[in-house]
């Protein structure tokens, strides 16, 4: 089976699965965050257990809403075609 | 003097000039990485030093200058330029081939020039070689982008100028060293503006994602790589601790970033996407620590490999689709697994996951700001690091290569030295991610920087791990759509507007007046005087004349063939004539 055919399988019937795998390693990752962490903090708050995952996932999120729904409705126009002046 | 170098531009300008007079089928093209080969064993060998003195004006412009800052930078330069011709290799038009080979000795004449004059000339050539890897698309599109792109380079090649001029007025020399900031001058900061347009600054910074989505699918890549890093060096070389460039780098990390997450073309959002990685280095050159200069310095180097690779993949989508917008493509991961591949190399490096060489360079970059106390600076970079990831890690392979079930769109087969390329870029980017020595190695200052602690991975892994998580719950959201997005460039066509408009209106005015008066009162006169000259003529002139007349005929004849009106032709001919008259100062 060929590299592209296996990656079609595998998004077609396994997506669950790797949702599932995609989830338990964001928990381990938090889980991790308890036992390694900076011995000289970068910045004030890293001290904290699961700061960066919660600076990452804020964000995504904001950055997504306030560009897309409110920023792209406001300069968004027709694209550059070929027979415009 | 002891020591050797042999300018790698010779190699690249040489090729160029003899490329035009090969003929006789296609073998000509295994000249074409020759260049590139020679640059490198050029850059590998060269002895520290100052080579090629030039007199002028009772002083000496200095073609090279050879120290640890350029090297690195041609260093980078020569392996992209090989890459990049390996891509290329499968291009029949010789026009992109000069092009390509002209603007990569700009790139390497600008890193080795110890003057503003050679600097000048190099980057002129720079800016006029890579407006025909846009023109060169030959679609009505890219050549009003590339008038846009040469207008705006014009700009700031004429800031540069007008900052060197003065310059050399007020301190009697064309010299180009650090300029410390305590004593900057209105000259300087010309200067530093005419750098600020090529490295994108913003706001500065629309003529890059307005015009590289509409270059060649190969030009793309060498126009990534070479113009923006070009400014990086020379802002590293005569600025760097300007606290000015701190805080614009810091915005266009985050500026870029904020735009990419709303475009729709694949080669657009890159585009932004080198405007927020400039960003980290012009922001890193700008606090100006031995550390954060490192850190712009490694940054530009990888960049230049892991941007190159996703250039190529996105041209690869482009070449083989006939689009690359994100709100047509989807569900080709099954037809197109190794384009998949090899640009994902690209994404996760410059989203800095941990064994690529994204993240040995940009944590350096990062860490220094904070190192150097500066906070807000670090916080706005691990900002500009989640859009990294959401937009060019993410959402374009999202939209791209899966998204749809299944997508009918008919490919054209991608040949198999594009291939090739995105391979040695994707083998280099893990190489310097596994191996960091291989990058710190040549960097400018001592580096004592380990990348990789138990906590680093950590954090990058969970910075990078939950930003996919917020694309999961907005993958609706973000979903792309067609259009374009209104940027800067609209303020500069509005000004262009403006001024065309004043021009021309109080300019028709006053002609429509002269023609006026003088129909009334000049024509009369004019026919008088007319009438007297045509006796003189025919009784005199004519026979000596005519001899003459035909010679100027023929001149005449030659002079109307050049001048086909159009400004790319012009444009070739002065590179052609500049670039002759240089090699006879020169000699």
């Known amino acids: 089976m060929s590299l ?70 406001l300069i968004t126009g027709p694209e550059d075609s070929s027979d415009d002046r | 003097m002891t020591g050797s170098f042999i300018h790698p531009a010779a190699w690249f300008i040489g090729l160029a000039l003899i490329l035009p007079f090969l003929g006789g089928g296609f073998w000509w093209r295994w000249l074409l990485p020759i260049p590139a080969i020679a640059a490198f064993i050029s850059v590998v060998t060269a002895d520290h030093g100052l080579y090629g003195y030039i007199p002028y004006l009772g002083q000496f412009l200095i073609l090279g200058r050879v120290d640890r800052l350029s090297l690195v930078f041609a260093h980078v330069f020569a392996i992209q330029a090989f890459i990049g011709i390996i891509y290329a290799f499968h291009v029949k038009e010789k026009a992109h081939h000069i092009a390509s080979l002209l ?29 025909f890897l846009i023109w060169l698309r030959r679609n009505p599109v890219s050549t009003r982008a590339g008038f846009r792109y040469f207008l705006f380079h014009t700009l700031g090649g ?21 300029v410390n900031q305590a004593n900057a001058q209105f000259y300087d900061w010309l200067i530093l503006i005419g750098f600020a347009v090529n490295a994108a600054a913003v706001p500065l910074h629309a003529w890059l994602p307005d015009a590289y989505p509409e270059a060649t699918v190969p030009g793309a890549v060498f126009l990534c790589a070479f113009t923006t890093k070009t400014a990086v060096y020379v802002l590293a070389r005569g600025f760097a601790g300007f606290d000015a460039l701190a805080i614009a780098g810091t915005v266009m990390a985050v500026y870029g970033v904020l735009y990419a997450a709303i475009e729709n073309d694949a080669r657009r959002i890159l585009s932004y996407h080198i405007v927020s990685q400039v960003g980290y280095m012009v ?27 996703l250039f190529m993949g996105a041209g690869c989508l482009l070449h083989a689709a006939a689009t690359s917008k994100l709100s047509d493509l989807g569900g080709l991961v099954g037809r197109l ?33 904070v190192a150097a106390h500066h906070m807000l600076i670090g916080v706005f970079l691990e900002v500009a690091a989640v859009g990294t990831f959401l937009s060019v890690g993410i959402k374009l392979p999202y939209f791209a290569f899966w998204a749809k079930p299944d997508n009918p769109i008919e490919l054209r087969p991608i040949p198999k030295n594009m291939y090739l390329a995105m391979a040695i870029a994707a083998a280099l980017c893990l190489a310097q991610g596994l191996y960091p020595r291989l990058l710190y190695s040549l960097l400018p200052n001592p580096v004592q920087f380990d990348p990789y602690t138990g906590w680093t991975l950590l954090q990058a892994f969970m910075l990078l791990s939950f930003t996919g998580f917020g694309f999961y719950l907005m993958k609706k959201v973000i979903a792309p759509h067609a259009g374009r997005n209104l940027d800067f460039d609209v303020l500069y066509r509005l000004v262009g507007r403006a001024f065309v408009y004043v021009v021309c209106k109080p300019i028709s005015l006053l002609d429509d007046l002269w023609t006026e008066a003088y129909r009334a009162g000049g ?17 005199g002139i004519d026979t000596v004349v005519d001899g003459s007349a035909y010679t ?24 052609v004539f500049a670039l002759v008259l240089y090699a006879i100062v020169w000699w």
Not at chain 2, 115 to 126: A, K, N
Request: net charge positive; hydrophobic share 55%; proline share 3%.
């Open chain 1, 4 to 73: 592209g055919n296996w990656l079609d399988i595998t998004r077609k019937r396994h997506a669950k699965r790797w949702t599932l795998v995609f989830f338990l390693i964001l928990a381990g990752l938090f889980v991790a965050n308890f036992f390694i962490y900076p011995h000289h903090p970068e910045y004030q708050y890293d001290i904290y257990p699961g700061f960066w995952a919660v600076f990452g996932l804020l964000v995504a999120l904001v950055m997504v809403i306030v560009m897309k729904k409110i920023v792209y409705p």
């Open chain 2, 103 to 131: 603007y990569v000795a700009g790139s390497f004449g600008c890193t080795f020039a110890g003057d503003y004059i050679s600097l000048f000339v190099f980057w002129e050539l720079m800016s006029v070689s890579s407006t």
């Open chain 2, 158 to 178: 004429l800031f540069l100028l007008a900052g060197l001029l003065l310059r050399y007025k007020a301190v009697g020399t064309f010299s180009f060293d650090l």
């Open chain 2, 283 to 309: 922001a890193g050159i700008g606090i100006g620590t031995a550390m954060t200069v490192n850190g712009a310095v490694a940054h530009a180097y990888a960049h230049i490999l892991y941007k190159g690779l």
């Open chain 2, 337 to 369: 697994p190794w384009v998949m591949l090899l640009y994902m190399v690209g994404a996760v490096s410059i989203s800095g996951m941990p064994f690529f060489n994204g993240f040995v360079s940009k944590n350096m970059t990062i860490f220094g700001a």
């Open chain 2, 523 to 539: 024509l009369r006169g004019l026919l008088r005087l007319a009438g007297g000259a045509r006796w003189f003529d025919a009784k």
């Open chain 2, 552 to 575: 100027v005929r023929g001149l005449g004849r030659a002079g109307a063939r050049i001048q086909t009106g159009n400004l790319q032709d012009y444009l070739a001919w002065a590179a």
